[in-house]
């Protein structure tokens, strides 16, 4: 994950948020930080009429906004680089950035109304987490709380029924070694059963085929990486991650569902729960097979 990091920044608490967990994951893997601020693309069309007293106010409020959040930064172990970008959209506009950048991480922040230390998506994640090719994080609420200092704690990779098919575990492993960090591969695999059969025997039959998915996952890891594999349990994916226990400066790992096109990121259905849950960053990592 070394290399350049791009952050959607806005000014508010969400891109407070975005920017202190980029930062702090610049900080643990010696990334560069890219905070982009990106405005209307009209603003910037020769083509179309605009106001220019609104433009030019729009730039210069821009400008004042990323020098704020280059002082909060206040980091010199960050070497941080700032930015404004003209894009239909925001997500748009961050996609185009980390390809300009050649970034392996897009952050941005949770949905204003989330509860603190979880993760709500907004209009702009929602359209990041169906449709970049870039890894993306999501930031909680609250994120900027979290001292910088703290760094990386622990690695998770949320192990899906196939782990070998996409660069999940590539990228967890790469995370962990980057930011020297310690990796923990979760299972959290529903089993689909008919209705009515004993619990006690859905509960066995889930935590065999949850060992199954993790021995297979830890066949690939590379031989240098030393990863601890648990199988959560739970009548729901919620029940299990609540179950679970988590560290302050952790950071999840999910891959995306095979709804995805190839190269490209889906937030699937069980991510999606977890999110709801997580009282972690979660970064969600584009398929890679066809």
């Given at each position: 994950m070394n290399g350049r990091i791009v952050v959607g920044y806005t000014a508010d608490d969400s891109g407070a948020d975005a920017l202190a967990l980029g930062t702090r994951i610049a900080r643990a893997s010696e990334a560069i930080l890219d905070v982009v601020m990106v405005l209307p693309s009209e603003a910037h069309n020769s083509t179309v009429p605009t106001d220019t007293g609104y433009e030019r106010f729009l730039r210069g409020q821009s400008r004042e906004w990323l020098a704020e959040a280059s002082e909060s930064l206040d980091d010199e172990d960050v070497v941080q680089s700032l930015h404004m970008r003209y894009a239909e959209s925001f997500a748009e506009g961050l996609i185009?950035?980390?390809?300009?950048?050649?970034?392996?991480?897009?952050?941005?922040?949770?949905?204003?109304?989330?509860?603190?230390?979880?993760?709500?998506?907004?209009?702009v994640a929602n359209e990041l987490l169906h449709s970049s090719d870039v890894p993306v994080a999501l930031a909680p609420v609250g994120s900027r709380?979290?001292?910088?200092?703290?760094?990386?704690?622990?690695?998770?990779?949320?192990?899906?029924?196939?782990?070998?098919?996409?660069?999940?575990l590539e990228a967890s492993v790469r995370l962990a070694r980057t930011t020297h960090a310690p990796l923990r591969l979760v299972s959290l695999v529903p089993i689909d059963l008919p209705a009515g059969l004993d619990e006690g025997l859905v509960e066995l039959t889930g935590t065999v085929h949850a060992d199954e998915v993790l021995h297979t996952a830890r066949r690939e890891l590379p031989a240098t990486i030393d990863a601890t594999a648990i199988a959560a349990t739970g009548a729901t994916i919620e029940e299990a991650v609540r179950g679970l226990d988590w560290h302050d400066g952790e950071l999840v790992l999910v891959g995306s569902s095979r709804l995805a096109a190839p190269r490209h990121l889906f937030l699937g259905s069980t991510a999606t729960k977890m999110l709801r849950e997580l009282p972690v960053p979660m970064i969600v990592v584009p398929r890679t097979t066809t």
């Amino acid at each position: 994950m070394n290399g350049r990091i791009v952050v959607g920044y806005t000014a508010d608490d969400s891109g407070a948020d975005a920017l202190a967990l980029g930062t702090r994951i610049a900080r643990a893997s010696e990334a560069i930080l890219d905070v982009v601020m990106v405005l209307p693309s009209e603003a910037h069309n020769s083509t179309v009429p605009t106001d220019t007293g609104y433009e030019r106010f729009l730039r210069g409020q821009s400008r004042e906004w990323l020098a704020e959040a280059s002082e909060s930064l206040d980091d010199e172990d960050v070497v941080q680089s700032l930015h404004m970008r003209y894009a239909e959209s925001f997500a748009e506009g961050l996609i185009a950035a980390a390809h300009e950048f050649g970034a392996s991480l897009i952050v941005v922040g949770a949905a204003r109304g989330g509860l603190l230390g979880r993760s709500r998506i907004g209009s702009v994640a929602n359209e990041l987490l169906h449709s970049s090719d870039v890894p993306v994080a999501l930031a909680p609420v609250g994120s900027r709380d979290v001292p910088v200092a703290q760094g990386v704690t622990r690695v998770t990779a949320a192990i899906g029924t196939r782990p070998g098919a996409d660069a999940l575990l590539e990228a967890s492993v790469r995370l962990a070694r980057t930011t020297h960090a310690p990796l923990r591969l979760v299972s959290l695999v529903p089993i689909d059963l008919p209705a009515g059969l004993d619990e006690g025997l859905v509960e066995l039959t889930g935590t065999v085929h949850a060992d199954e998915v993790l021995h297979t996952a830890r066949r690939e890891l590379p031989a240098t990486i030393d990863a601890t594999a648990i199988a959560a349990t739970g009548a729901t994916i919620e029940e299990a991650v609540r179950g679970l226990d988590w560290h302050d400066g952790e950071l999840v790992l999910v891959g995306s569902s095979r709804l995805a096109a190839p190269r490209h990121l889906f937030l699937g259905s069980t991510a999606t729960k977890m999110l709801r849950e997580l009282p972690v960053p979660m970064i969600v990592v584009p398929r890679t097979t066809t």
